[in-house]
């Protein structure tokens, strides 16, 4: 089955806002954490944008919830168009080695920058002002507790010393198997959409929920639901959603709702606004990129469906990359130009060095861990 190229695009643009989030949080923290936090720009006008829609362009949370949300897209639809229960199997079995060994390889990058201190992420935070980036890989490594996080703690334990962004993969893990196991239980169920909303309510406050939501759309899709049928019709309705997703998707997440446009949407009885409000303006921005041909053609520029094949080396990578050759070209660059031409500067290199980077691993490791995933299913589920 032919891959959604557009939803590759989307990916892959996804995947380049995370790392220009993470490049904020460690540059211009107030970007993200508001008032509270270092500022760098004319009268503190982070913290009014940290506030605003704006916050959307650097929106890495809303960015993994497209990411789970996709996912959840993804790895149902295959199953939903030809309700073969070997697929699900299949994926059932692949998915941990298809996560843990890329995994091992960013792991071991930060253990080996670690070994020969090449990471400069705390003389960078003491001028850009980043408490989050200074204290980062403030610990001694050792290649047993490394291999021990790759394969055990960022699964399990939430383990996450070397590489703190991992901490998506247990729910890409652990999402993927509740996908499975609710189309094996549910997947030909005639009245399966009410069990949509039963697991709807019990993950409501959850990241889960975005698998459940993506499963969903992937089940309308497959069937072509009225609900799609409608959406088809109606460019007006597209529109208006859209913009809500996009709203809900700038809900802000590293600072409170208080004083901003969005204070009447925070409630007390929620433990966390923002991954409720992302998940929700996630699923609205999918729901309409499916069933808007405009948005296919945007996100099938081929620099986005390239970003998209890289997508998941570039994420596992470019963590490394901040605290090491970023956070060393900064300090250079601080001493002798402007600030934001410093950090400008070396967003650009480091982008130069992490595209290429990426795809290499993706080419010459991650292609070949997918195809090794995929003997180990054959070998234990395919006779001779």
Known sequence: MRKIQYLDGLRGLAALIVVFHHFILAFYPALFLGANAATHLQGGMEANISGSPLNIFYGGNFMVAIFFVLSGFVLSHKFLLRK????????????YLR?????????LLAFVLMKFS????QQAAAVSGS??????????????????????GVFFTN???????????????FGALLIFSFLALFGNMKNRYWVYLLAAIFFFQTYYLAFILGMLLADLMANENAIVRKFNKSKLLRAGLLLVGLFLGSYPSGRGAGGTIYALMEKDYLTDSAVLYHIWGAFLVILILLNSKRMHKIFSAKILLFLGEISFTMYLLHFAILGSFSSFVFLKLAAHLPYASAFWISFALSCGLLIPVAYLMH???DQKIVRFSKSVYLRLFKPE
């Open 84 to 95: 073969d229960v070997a697929i699900l199997t299949e994926g059932a079995v692949k998915r």
């Open 159 to 173: 383990a996450l010393n070397y590489n703190v962004t991992l901490w998506t993969v247990s729910f890409e893990f």
């Open 118 to 121: 090449l990471f400069y992420n």
């Open 131 to 152: 408490n989050w980036l200074g204290g980062l890989w403030t610990f001694n490594p050792n290649l047993m507790d490394a291999l021990r996080q790759t394969f055990i």
């Open 99 to 107: 996560l843990a060994l890329p995994v091992a390889c960013s792991v």
């Open 363 to 365: 080419i010459y490791i």
